[in-house]
């Protein structure tokens, strides 16, 4: 029986689709296939029909149209209706089964968003939205077993544009919101698709809608991703856009990620608006509309935010990382009576109520190209919108690798511990819902610390509103972190300084008297959030 629960990425199915002298590939055309096949049987199941509709789409990765072609040949003698989409978004796939033209009954998106060309996955979708963790385990047991619909009549294969349909629907929407049926006329807009799937936002949306999209680059689908990676939260990404805005004389730039459910933008003056200021975005253009509302963010996000969505007249949620998590929690608060029409996560993963709870970079865009033009009927510019929100001081972003095959248990330790902390060193944050949160007064900052669930990392966050506060912080971790045998905290030294590792502080000097004698604590629900899977030299998004 074959083993695919390795490939379980949270909700979604990702790994090593392509072979390099250290690793052999571990997404294979047969894993593939079983899944797929697993999962037609499994909508088969669910709706009781014989005959299920299935849409079928991919990003531009390299593996991605052998991996569809593949999928469609095992499905073609099962008695199906296929729907072969192409190269198209992974919201897209979910609006497949939406759409009344369509109302796919299942939906598969070959992609594996950010993540480097040899990594590939499949996102599994129904009407519902994208298939949870529990639901996928059902998916991969069947995949395991073999089993797969029976041979029983050819598949009716139909490849359809849906993204023309898509297009379509997210033109309507600008022009309705601004009330002008060329709405960008006069207006210089760059978008950087990463040589991802997303690059039909310029060429099939923006132009159309009369936007001189000359300022644009990258693209053309490139499953190699020559120019930069395909992530809005990469610095590398972010600067080649910003670059190009101030070069051209943009009066916006937009990015992508390779599957486009994720974006950012970059203001006129050259302002990166991804992460925290993305999400004072959000709830900027939100919170008029959903006064007192809350909104849904994951763990790893400022105390400036906080009170940006506060003075705007809402109430922030910080949960569990992960954009499947923030979105389920949005949902739940609203089945509760609670309005909560955002749910987004600092990565870039932004869902409104309004659109299916869906993580979906192109509608933002849509709703952020909305408001700014017209903010500039006004005179206004975008920057307007996030005016107020407070960046602290100094930062601080770093990650360690556990190098223990026990490294599940050694996290546990690590954050059991730092929540044993007395108060005297620590206050523990009281609305975390991962790891550790803790603010350090003399530092008039606090830090995040957590794990992975998936894979043998230890993220570590740290914001001070004074001068060296960071730095103080790192050399309280260090003092705590160095003395646990199986981590590799190489990268925290480095932050500090070769010279600075040394306890300089009272709260460094009080650390080691201070956890000699910690009891160990239950924290079998600290850390069961549904990570997304970090894969060597990549290091946004864990």
Known sequence: MESYGKLKSGTDIRGRAIASDTAPAILTEKAVVDLACAFALWISRRTDSARCRLAIGRDSRITGAAFQIAIINALRYAGLEIYDCG???????????????????????????HHPSDINGLKFFTPDGGVNSEQLCEIIALAEKGEKLPVTATSAVVRRDFLRLYCDAISDMMRKGTGLFMPFRGMKIAVDAGHGAGGFFATRILKPLGADI???????????????????ENKEAMESLKNRVLDTGADIGIIFDADA?????????GTEINRCALIALASAMILPEHEGATVVTDSVTTEGLRKF????????????????NVIDEAKRLCAMGVDAPLAIESSGHVAFSEHYFLDDGAYFIAKILVAFANLRKRGGKLTDLIEGLESPAEEGDIRLSFVTDGWRELADKITSRLNGLSERLLKLSSDNYEGVRAYVSHADGYF???????????????????????????????????????????????????????PEDELDASVSDETNDIPETDLSDATDADDETVYPNNEENN
């Open 87 to 113: 190269m198209f978004s992974t919201p897209a796939a979910f609006l497949t089964t939406q759409f009344p033209s369509m109302k796919a009954d299942g939906s598969i998106m070959i992609t594996a968003s």
């Open 214 to 232: 000359s300022p644009s680059q990258f693209l053309e689908p490139d499953g190699t991703f020559p120019a930069h990676p395909p992530n809005p």
């Open 261 to 269: 459910d994720r974006c950012a933008v970059v203001a006129s003056d």
């Open 309 to 324: 969505i506060e003075a705007h007249g809402g109430v922030q949620k910080r949960f569990k990382r992960g954009y499947r």
């Open 448 to 502: 995040i610390v957590r794990t992975s669930v998936h894979d043998p990392v230890l993220p570590i966050y740290i914001e001070s509103n004074k001068t060296g506060g960071v730095k103080s912080i790192a050399r309280f971790l260090y003092s705590f972190l160095n003395g646990f045998e199986g981590l590799d905290c190489t990268p925290l030294a480095e932050f500090i300084g070769d010279d600075e590792v040394a």
